[in-house]
């Protein structure tokens, strides 16, 4: 084992952890005053039920030894063998710390859906959701992609979860908005952020636990993890730049929102090519994903759907195009375990991205549509139209945010 790559992956693994509560942030501000504790409490609370599930059977059934090219087998169960050794995916580090690393890609994706179905869900009812999503959902996914599973053989490449992460959280977003329904007073009354200064706070959070996300996905503190922290940041900051330009040019003025969620657009797009796409890439997938990213959120308001906190808008739409980008822009060049993109001279890596990120959205979508409607008929989805106006802070917790 290499000393310096433990160092560093011991930090990157404890900068991807700092998203979570920099997530309950951003998504905090965004919702109105009555809610911020509950819509927090549902992202924070992943952190305890994603660790217990991913010890338990978790990371056995993502990283296993593979079964059909569709799952992981049994042999990591409550972690047997991986306390000692190296790692099987990096035999320079410890087995335990990429097994720590994988965790916490796994304990924010199902926190990030939670803006979808923000000021509406039973918590009962998330943790059932959180429960059966990320035991079917995500653990079938991550095998796909990383664990040995068939999206991996086919050639898909996905550098630090743009359809392990985004689009699966995205797609599954949809389905909850559509399942759940839209807020009581949606486009008739305004619902809008209560707290733009913590949403704020939250989002450059997020871009800093994000280095650690991008540069720790190398494995490595080597070259690649140079180039993925770079790309992270020109991406960032060029598509919260393109974001209040568009908005600035549709709506006459530019917005904090607009510069937080354009960060966070950016972050999303640069995830899966951040190792393996030239420097000069990243400017143009930057650029682009603040103005598609902004665009889609503009189109959720034309179709009518309640997405609260624009989980769709930014991290679906945003984790596919990454997805495309990276099969367009990829170069053996600066990444030899990568492959070469369309401008390189290869369409056939464009296809396979498209096909990886289709293929991706599709499953996540129709199975939280089927795991959402078993759990509403079990025990319900949604708080009584009398909660919901009096806030889940309260009417769940019976805590208030801020008292005056």
Not at 36 to 44: A, E, G
Not at 167 to 173: D, P, T
Not at 188 to 193: D, I, S, W
Not at 278 to 306: E, F, H, M
Request: hydrophobic fraction near 55%; charge should be neutral.
């Amino acid at each position: 084992m290499v000393k310096a790559d433990v160092v560093w992956m011991l930090v990157a693994t404890a900068l991807v952890m700092l998203m979570t509560p920099g997530l309950a942030l951003f998504y905090g501000g965004l919702v109105r005053a009555k809610n911020v504790l509950s819509i927090s409490l549902q992202v924070f609370i992943c952190l305890g039920v994603v660790s217990l599930l991913w010890f338990l059977y978790g990371y056995s059934l993502a990283f296993g030894p593979d079964i059909g090219s569709v799952i992981g087998g049994f042999k990591y169960l409550f972690f047997r063998g991986v306390e000692t050794g190296p790692a099987p995916a990096a035999e320079n580090i410890p087995h335990v710390l990429f097994a720590a690393f994988q965790l916490m890609f796994a304990v924010i994706t199902p926190a990030l859906i939670t803006g979808a179905f923000a000021e509406r869900m039973r918590f009962s009812a998330y943790l059932l959701f959180v429960t059966f999503w990320f035991t079917l959902v995500y653990l079938p996914l991550c095998h796909w992609v990383w664990g040995g599973g068939w999206l991996g053989k086919i050639g898909a490449l996905d550098f630090a979860g743009g359809t392990v992460i985004y689009i699966a959280s995205g797609a599954s977003a949809l389905a909850a908005a559509l399942v759940i329904g839209p807020r009581i007073g949606y486009r008739r009354e305004p619902l809008h952020p209560h707290n733009l200064p913590l949403t704020l706070l939250g989002a450059g959070l997020l871009w800093f636990g994000w280095f650690g996300f991008n540069a720790g996905s190398a494995l490595a503190a080597d070259e690649i993890a140079v180039l993925a922290f770079m790309n992270t940041q020109i991406a960032a900051g060029l598509a919260a730049l393109s974001w209040i330009l568009a908005e600035w040019k549709i709506q006459g003025v530019p917005t904090t929102l607009g510069a937080a969620s354009g960060a966070v657009a950016g972050l999303v797009a640069i995830t899966p090519a951040a190792g393996f796409v030239p420097l000069w890439a990243s400017v143009l997938i930057g650029l682009a994903a603040g103005v598609i990213c902004y665009g889609a959120i503009l189109a959720k308001n034309r179709l009518g759907y309640d997405d609260a906190l624009d989980v769709v808008g930014v991290h679906g739409v945003g984790g596919f195009w990454g997805a495309l980008a990276t099969g367009i822009f990829c170069s053996s060049t600066v990444n030899s375990a990568g492959a070469n993109g369309l401008v390189f001279g290869n369409p056939k890596q464009f296809l396979v991205q498209f096909l990886g990120a289709l293929a991706g959205a599709l499953f996540c979508f129709g199975l939280s549509w089927l795991i959402l409607k078993v759990i509403d008929a079990l025990v319900g989805l949604r708080v009584e139209a009398e909660e919901e106006i009096q806030g889940l802070d309260l009417a769940l917790h019976r805590e208030t945010g801020y008292s005056f």
